[in-house]
């Protein structure tokens, strides 16, 4: 498989290229030149395969170029080296959790494939490359454990001083060895113009091999296109079957889609957002219209302007009709989702992080409009990442998993620098 820009698709590069450019020249974001099929015979054989298994069957397709078969299998096992559980809710009603990873989030997935491609090229042709990251907190964490002492591979990472949570920035910056956390006298706008800067700097670009690990990079992209098929191969009812997707960057659920032009059997997706709903609005009028993002409490979903976007798009032929006759948008505020988490777990038992919920908010929506089918949520995240909303909601407290309880009496070793470029290019250079 080669890759292409979604700006020029007639220039051909490797999926190797892709993945250390990030962003293509034209400033726009890569794809793989073409969608590979699953046949129903591949399809029906996931029944019986592992995660890691129907893991490697999908990844080859997209890998094929660059590392051979088992090469492949021990990169998906290294990468996927923990639980994705699909639990049921009610009689037509499922959560995939895929927040049993490090870093209890679902972008463990992608981080971590990422960590692994990106291990296997430093071997053989790049020395030394320097991943530089701006987060506002789940990104850091999920990138810093995926590439924990990987050779060859130095991680930055730059976080606004005071406006992460403890445990956010614990499991970002108690790691040491090749990971850097830098705390930021500034905002989370601050840390991604320093980022910026520092890729648009030449002499620093000369001396160093820059690349980042945002959301937009395609080995974090395909990674996502794994979990629909499993979830579907493991529902004991497949006829019918639809996915609601929490959404933000649209990352997450442009995969979904993208499995389901593989082959997936789906018949509908529900975009599901808090009130930051440039996309649900979209689907609603035809209308795209960016805008600045508002403070929730499913605060990875607080984007106004979705870098994934793009993609789901391409995958419509940006065709507005097409989309929005497979895509359904929902929005909910922050009171629907408070009272989603207590529903949930008054009624049925299950303990939902507030992104979660959306999720199960917007699944319903959908199998209203969609009755017989069976539906599947995402839940993104680990409840216990967001103590301080679902605790007085359901009224007792959380157990912390074991990810969490070790890092209590970690120390956290980060840097503190200003705002100012020259300041981050010292230390880059010196790191
Ligand atoms: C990042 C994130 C999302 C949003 O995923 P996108 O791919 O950006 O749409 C949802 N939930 C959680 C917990 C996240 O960390």
């Known amino acids: 498989m080669k890759y292409c820009s979604l700006g020029n698709r007639s220039k051909h590069v490797t999926f190797r290229e892709a993945l250390l450019k990030g962003i293509a020249e034209d400033g726009t974001l890569f794809i793989p030149e073409s969608i590979p099929r699953l046949d129903n015979e591949k399809l029906e054989s996931f029944t019986g395969l592992s995660f890691s298994e129907i893991a490697g069957i999908i990844l080859e397709k997209f890998l094929d170029d660059d590392f051979n ?41 992608g981080a971590r494939l990422l960590a692994q491609v990106l291990g296997r090229l430093t071997d053989s042709h790049y ?34 001083s005071g406006k992460v949570s403890v445990l956010q920035e614990k499991q970002m910056a108690s790691l040491g060895g090749n990971i850097h956390a830098l705390r930021i006298d500034g905002n989370f706008d601050d840390c ?32 996502q296109t794994v979990y629909y098929a499993y979830a579907w191969s493991r529902l004991p009812e497949r006829k019918q079957v639809i996915f609601s997707v929490p959404s933000g960057n649209f990352g997450n659920l442009s995969a979904g889609v993208l499995a389901k032009k593989m082959g997936i059997p789906v018949s509908a997706f529900a975009a599901s957002t808090n009130v930051n709903d440039v996309v649900p609005a979209y689907l609603r009028s035809r209308v795209y219209l960016p805008r600045p993002s508002q403070s929730t409490i ?119 620098l200003s705002p100012h470029y020259n300041e981050l290019k010292a230390f880059l250079l010196a790191c």
């Open 69 to 109: 078969h088992r090469e492949i299998e021990l990169l998906v096992k290294e990468a996927f080296n923990f639980d994705c559980k699909l639990v049921n809710i009610q009689p037509d009603v499922w959560a995939l959790e895929l927040f049993h990873g490090p870093t209890l989030a679902f972008k463990d997935f």
């Open 298 to 416: 499913s605060n990875a979903m607080d984007v106004g302007n979705p870098n994934n976007f793009p993609r789901l798009l391409h995958l419509y032929e940006n065709d507005w009709n097409k989309i929005s006759g497979e895509v359904k948008g929902f929005s909910f505020s922050d009171e629907a989702t408070r009272q989603a988490i207590k529903t949930l777990y008054s009624d049925y038992g299950y303990l939902a992080d507030p992104h979660s919920a959306i999720g199960w908010l917007g699944l319903r929506q959908l199998l209203y409009h969609n009755p017989g089918s069976t539906g599947v949520f995402l839940a993104t995240a680990h409840p216990a990442k967001f103590t301080e909303v679902v605790e007085p909601v359901i009224g007792s407290s959380i157990p912390l998993p074991y990810q969490l309880e070790i890092l209590k009496s970690k120390p956290v070793v980060s840097k503190l």
């Open 192 to 223: 991604q113009r320093l980022v910026k800067e520092a890729f648009s700097d030449p002499e620093l670009r000369e001396e160093l091999f820059l690349t980042s690990a945002n959301s937009i990079n395609v080995a974090r992209w395909i990674a």
């Open 127 to 160: 020395r030394n490359i320097t991943i530089l990251v701006a987060t506002s907190g789940d990104t850091g964490s999920a990138v810093a454990h995926a590439f924990y002492s990987i050779s060859g591979i130095q991680v930055v990472i730059l976080y606004p």
